[in-house]
């Protein structure tokens, strides 16, 4: 059983900042790429941030200059620092982790999805 939750979300004014958290807990074996999507009222889910193993990123291109993901391995913790936000990043957030869990001797690779926070920015 593996979990992922998230915290930090809130109302903030536009131009304000806020950080994410999303910490994964369970039978985690390891973790690849773990990142972060977005859904607003009425749109599709959409990438907002991404980072491997490694510490590659990537960034949606409304997000880039202003948002930055983070991982902490050893806390099996993903953060996204958003800064200068704008009301068009009013949405759902939803954290996201490819990991390999470990159970009866063998292991397995999952997708898992935390349960979202909302991020309300005002104009």
């Known amino acids: 059983q593996v979990q992922l939750v998230e915290s930090g979300g809130g109302l903030v004014q536009a131009g304000g900042s806020l950080r994410l958290s999303c910490a994964a807990s369970?039978?985690?074996?390891?973790?690849?790429?773990m990142g972060w999507y977005r859904q607003a009222p009425g749109k599709q889910r959409e990438l907002v941030a991404a980072i491997t193993g490694g510490g590659s990123t990537n960034y949606a291109d409304s997000v880039k200059g202003r948002f930055t993901i983070s991982r902490d391995n050893a806390k099996n913790t993903v953060y996204l620092q958003m800064n200068s936000l704008k009301p068009e990043d009013t949405a759902v957030y939803y954290c996201?982790?490819?990991?390999?869990?470990?159970?009866?001797?063998?292991?397995?690779?999952?997708?898992?999805w935390g349960q979202g926070t909302q991020v309300t920015v005002s104009s």
């Open positions: 369970g039978s985690i074996f390891s973790i690849n790429a």
């Open positions: 996201a982790a490819d990991i390999v869990v470990l159970t009866t001797g063998s292991t397995y690779e999952y997708d898992y």
